[in-house]
């Protein structure tokens, strides 16, 4: 009997050290708890702060993106601009040229005209000459066929100017239309835009003009070889 109580004691005590054990850990572990949801809560803070400062980043990087496109546009635009009014200096060029030598072609048309008069009034006072004589027409129409000849490849290199600068009035647009979705970052393009537009509409009556001076000159070209011709028939007769 003694011996079991002995036993019962031991195991009390045992027991007794096991609790004071499992409460020292409990405590431990319930200090380990709090420092661990304190932790967790300033890694949480930091966490939204970083994601705060990544947004933040995120949107300056768009805009730099979006300031470097703009730039960009920015910098073709005024290339294409450049490259325009080059082109536009070197049609005036051309077309003023153009103009000069058609300007030459109707005073040497004019000149032939009167010399056809003057043939025709002095075929008219050697009219009992027996026999013709086809060497007084003949270097007019030796002129006549030069300036026919001139005429042409004038009127090829005024529909090839033409051309040429209806393509690149066609591309300006296009440019034009293309930096339209950016219109409202680039408040002082479409000004300039505009200043383009202008001056390429500003070309076209001039070419149209020096097409109706070609049209002209080669009438002039054709009522001077009626009048050459009906003048050799006049001298054959």
Sequence with gaps: ?????????????????QLLELRTQNYQLSDDLRKNNTELNAVRQKNAVLERDFI?????????KKAQEVDALLSENEML???????????RLQNSTLMTELSKLCTQIEQ????????KEGGGASSSSPAPN???SSPVDGELLRLQAENCTLQKKMR???DRFDKEHQRQAV????????ATETDGSASANGVSD?????????AEGANERAEQTEAQLEHTEKQTHGESLYKSS
């Excluded at 009997?1 to 027991?15: C, G, I, N, V, Y």
């Excluded at 980043?57 to 730099?64: E, M, P, T, Y």
């Excluded at 601009?81 to 049609?91: A, V, W």
């Design 175 to 182: 440019a034009q239309g293309n930096q339209g979705a950016v």
């Design 56 to 64: 933040k980043a995120q949107k300056a990087l768009n805009k730099s």
């Design 81 to 91: 601009q450049g490259k325009l009014h080059s082109q536009e200096e070197d049609f």
């Design 160 to 162: 090839a100017l033409q």
């Design 198 to 206: 202008v001056t390429g509409r500003g070309e076209e009556p001039a």
């Design 1 to 17: 009997m003694a011996m079991s109580q002995a036993l019962s004691e031991e195991e009390f005590h045992r027991m007794q050290a």
């Design 112 to 119: 032939l005209e009167k010399e056809n008069q003057d043939l």
């Design 134 to 136: 086809p060497s007084a």
